[in-house]
């Protein structure tokens, strides 16, 4: 219990420090900021209070807007995700989520990464609808949404890989 | 009663993501159209040192690059000042008689791909850096300070769809205002302008001198195109950068010690 209290906060400040430092700073192509802190929501333990993760997921989200000065669209989408987590799950995992021994270690590489693309086209659709909110510039949104997305989830699935928590 | 808390209690989660959600909401929408926030933003002391401190080891990557464009600025300078026909110029300047006032600044953090850009730098309060003072890099214009704390200071950068700075055309009295569509972080665009000024593809933008922030006639950057607007009345024109706005390291900032006089007057002429 302590010990995935502390993973947790490590893996907050970690994935802050990495998402402002780095990848808020490598607009590849000229405009593509990957969101790599949206592994948060993938590693975040499955049983648990939701509302202390709905509360970790705003402050995180916070956290990343005042560093990069987009107040609040952070913490609109990753709260959105912390809500919808449970049902993207059953989406993507079927009955077996349901099941008390429930855990990612039986399921599949296609389930996982189908669950990580969700939470990514989740999390960019809302970022960048409420960053231009404007109808007129719908395909900008969609160039963006797409672009940053496909990034996003690439290195989210690299880092997921690199990093697996073995524990749980 | 009984009934209305079980029904609290059961969608308690749902509730609970109504309240953040509109929260945030709340604050987005603010963000559209009034000022950044006053308390969240990036010139916080927390903020800001990290920022220094990732900007410390980044800054040694370019600091080749970085000087040899110092000291070509340098090099202008002086040529200018060798050329130039008051041979006062070399005397220090009498600091009260000055009209404007420069510091200098690093920025700690750059960003230019979202719709409202801002950047922050290294020198805050402490350093006599205020609200509205102007921010310019070596080659042209970079924004208007917003806010400020002990040490640190953002920056709202001209690529920030709620900039509005005065501009006009080199050499002439037309002027109009800089704004920016978004779509490009090269190009930003000046309207307002009356159709009868002859333009050319080329001519210079310099900075007007109807606001107290930035002096008059600092670089902007070039007509690349221009066309009417939709009242044919007025062109609607795309200027590009001179200031390469993925690549700044040194900025100056400008104090103008009229302009608190300048809006005084200013305002008590409107009452």
């Not at chain 2, 005065?166 to 302008?193: C, H, M, P, R």
Request: charged share 15%; glycine share 4%.
């Amino acid at each position: 219990m302590n010990n995935t209290l502390i993973i947790n906060i490590l893996r907050f400040v970690l994935l802050v420090l990495t998402q402002v430092l780095i990848f808020n700073n490598l607009n590849f192509l000229g405009f593509i900021n990957p969101f790599i802190y949206v592994l948060f929501f993938y590693w975040y333990p499955i049983k648990g209070n939701r509302a202390i993760f709905m509360l970790t997921a705003f402050l995180l989200g916070l956290v990343i807007d005042i560093f990069s000065d987009t107040l609040a669209l952070n913490a609109l989408a990753s709260v959105t995700i912390a809500y919808a987590r449970p049902a993207i799950m059953r989406f993507c995992f079927g009955v077996n989520y349901d099941f008390q021994n429930f855990s990612f270690k039986n399921t599949t590489k296609v389930q996982r990464i189908t669950f990580l693309a969700i939470i990514v086209l989740i999390h960019h659709l809302i970022f960048f609808s409420f960053e231009i909110l404007s109808i007129a510039h719908i395909l900008l949104i969609l160039k963006k949404v797409f672009a940053t997305g496909i990034v996003t989830l690439i290195l989210c699935i690299l880092f997921s890989s690199l990093f697996s928590p073995k524990s749980e | 009663m009984q009934r209305i808390i079980n029904f609290v209690l059961r969608y308690r989660n749902a509730f609970l993501y109504a309240f953040f959600a509109f929260i945030s909401l709340v604050m987005t929408i603010r963000s559209h159209s009034y000022h950044q926030s006053k308390f969240f933003n990036s010139s916080r002391w927390v903020t800001g040192s990290i920022y220094g401190a990732g900007s410390d080891v980044s800054s040694y990557f370019n600091l080749q690059e970085e000087n040899k464009r110092l000291v070509e600025e340098n090099q202008q300078l002086r040529t200018l000042l060798f050329n130039s026909q008051n041979d006062g110029a070399k005397e220090p300047l009498d600091s009260t008689l000055a009209t404007y006032e420069v510091l200098d600044a690093k920025l700690v953090k750059n960003s230019y791909t979202s719709p409202r850009n801002y950047v922050t730098i290294d020198k805050g309060e402490k350093d006599g850096v205020h609200q509205d003072m102007g921010v310019i890099t070596t080659d042209g214009i970079l924004g208007i300070v917003e806010n400020v704390s002990n040490n640190f200071a953002t920056v709202q950068s001209v690529l920030n769809t709620k900039s509005n700075i005065n501009a006009k055309i080199k050499g002439t009295e037309y002027f109009g205002s800089l704004i920016w569509d978004t779509n490009n972080f090269k190009v930003v665009q000046l309207i307002d302008i009356p159709r009868l000024v002859p333009l050319v593809v080329g001519d210079t933008i310099v900075t007007g001198g109807m606001s107290s922030i930035f002096p008059e006639n600092v670089p902007i950057g070039i007509i690349k195109k221009y066309d009417l607007n939709a009242s044919k009345s007025f062109y609607n024109i795309d200027v590009e950068l001179f200031s390469d706005m993925a690549n700044i390291k040194n900025v100056y900032l400008i104090e103008n010690k009229d302009k608190e006089e300048i809006e005084e007057l200013e305002s008590r002429t409107i009452e």
